[in-house]
């Protein structure tokens, strides 16, 4: 059966940093593309960041890029968010999925909550 | 790239049926046939009912089913049942995007 578990969230004043932390079982990163899915208090999900099979594989949403690092620990079987001068608008609810292939994403983890507040 | 949009809430008696719209662009819904609806209850991470327009994973009822024309994609959610109360979103490749959502309510 497959799991994933994300931690890390937290509280964070606008210009501060997080790392998440999503550790799997059931499956490893090295053959599926693992995504970052966020989403935020009464909205729909959004799209944040993948990793592919080769870790040079890699992807982020417009708002993040150059903000947020994707990275990968693969024994630990761990995917990592690095997120610097986070703002507002980046509180919200991380989830870890798996995409199972063209954007479908089959398998979640019960989310971290990440909230950006003065 | 813009969310998709679907209506905010939709709703039915139990035993009949609801549909759900999710309309996108040429760019996305239009351009693909990698359109996928997720079911969402309370405090839970949403599931995946839909994928591939109107393909349904193991587990998930045929009383769910996708379906699309055009820039539309169209969730039918048959014989609704109690435990069908959720929020539902749809995504697509081609954009990366998911839709606005829509709070289904069983009256």
């Known amino acids: 059966e497959v799991q994933l578990v994300e931690s890390g969230g937290g509280l964070v004043q606008p210009g501060g940093s997080l790392r998440l932390s999503c550790t799997a079982s059931?499956?490893?990163?090295?053959?599926?593309?693992i995504n970052w899915v966020r989403q935020a208090p009464g909205k729909g999900p959004e799209w944040v960041a993948a990793?592919?099979?080769?870790?040079?594989?890699?992807g982020y949403v417009d708002s993040v890029r150059g903000r947020f690092i994707i990275s990968r620990d693969n024994a630990k079987n761990s995917l990592y968010l690095q997120m610097d001068s986070l703002r507002v608008d980046d509180t919200g609810i991380y989830y870890c999925?798996?995409?199972?292939?063209?954007?479908?994403?089959?398998?979640w983890g019960q989310g971290t909550l990440v909230t950006v507040s003065p | 790239q813009s969310a998709l949009t679907q209506p905010p809430s939709a709703s039915g008696s139990p035993g009949r049926s609801v549909t759900i719209s999710c309309t996108g662009t040429?760019?996305?819904?239009?351009?693909?046939?990698?359109v996928s609806w997720y079911q969402q209850h309370p405090g839970k991470a949403p599931k995946l009912i839909i994928f591939?327009?109107?393909k349904r994973p193991s587990g998930v009822p045929d009383r769910f089913s996708g379906s699309k024309s055009g820039n539309t994609a169209s969730l039918t959610v048959s014989g609704l049942q109690a435990e069908d109360e959720a929020d539902y979103y749809c995504?697509?490749?081609?954009?990366?995007?998911f839709g606005t959502g829509t709070k289904v309510t069983v009256l």
């Open positions: 059931g499956l490893t990163f090295t053959t599926n593309w």
């Open positions: 995504s697509s490749r081609g954009g990366n995007v």
């Open positions: 040429s760019s996305d819904v239009g351009a693909s046939e990698y």
């Open positions: 999925a798996r995409d199972q292939g063209y954007f479908t994403f089959d398998h």
């Open positions: 591939e327009v109107n």
């Open positions: 990793m592919g099979p080769d870790e040079d594989q890699k």
